[in-house]
């Protein structure tokens, strides 16, 4: 079946420091493919997402390319701060499965000042 | 505008008692979801629903029910709760409309004990 693998945390960083957060999908055909984010005490909300191979999604600094030669759409940032705090999610969607996600297990993020 | 209203936030409940997690959105979509969380794992899917009148079964349903008796509620029943229900159960909704992807809207989650 379908399924999500995230980079394993927490992982603690500098404010300013490079980010990245590593997801690899299995599926049968092509997905789209998200991260969302959750900060404490929340529910999750969409960071980006990107639909077709080579899309690149980008929000609040975040970039992440949809790479199916490698299964792969890794979160980036350039330059990370005290408030990206969170824990970030990996997910996979077919369109013709009544838009059901597949979680990767979530990584932890802290920014330390 | 209040998106996705889940209650109770808390819940603490005794093994074999049942309730009833609540689900409401105001953004007319026709697709809503129910996920648990369990401690560092990802969001799983128990139920959802594609309109009122029509749920189906996700990858964890077993131990709980639902009913979409209107476009806006979707509440989640426990009918015996047992411990490995413990979690956060997150609601979830979005629109469907051709074959674009749109993001599903989260609830703020309920947190759920059995004890």
């Known amino acids: 079946g379908d399924s999500v693998t995230q980079m394993e945390g927490p992982v603690t960083l500098s404010e300013e420091a490079f980010l990245t957060i590593n997801c690899t999908y299995t599926a049968t055909g092509y997905p789209s493919l998200f991260w969302y984010v959750q900060y404490p005490g929340e529910g999750l909300q969409l960071l980006l997402k990107a639909t077709k191979a080579d899309d690149k999604g980008s929000n609040k600094g975040f970039e992440a390319t949809y790479r199916k030669e490698t299964t792969s759409f890794h979160l980036e940032k350039g330059s990370v701060q005290v408030s990206d705090s969170a824990v970030y999610f990996c997910a996979l969607e077919f369109s013709g499965s009544a838009r059901q996600l597949t979680f990767g297990s979530g990584t932890q993020l802290t920014v330390l000042p | 505008n209040a998106g996705v209203t889940q209650t109770p936030k808390f819940r603490i409940l005794k093994i074999g008692q049942s309730m009833t997690l609540q689900c409401t959105q105001d953004?007319?979509?026709?697709?809503m979801y129910w996920y648990r969380q369990d401690p560092g794992m990802g969001l799983k899917l128990i139920y959802y629903s594609v309109g009122a009148g029509i749920t189906d079964k996700g990858e964890v349903p077993n131990g709980y029910n639902v009913s979409r008796s209107t476009t806006e509620d979707f509440p989640l029943r426990l009918e015996l709760a047992a411990p490995s229900q413990t979690s956060v159960y997150f609601c979830?909704?979005?629109?469907?409309?051709?074959?674009?992807?749109?993001?599903?809207?989260f609830g703020p989650g309920t947190r759920l004990t059995v004890t």
């Open positions: 979830a909704s979005s629109y469907s409309g051709g074959r674009s992807s749109y993001e599903q809207y």
């Open positions: 953004m007319n979509h026709n697709y």
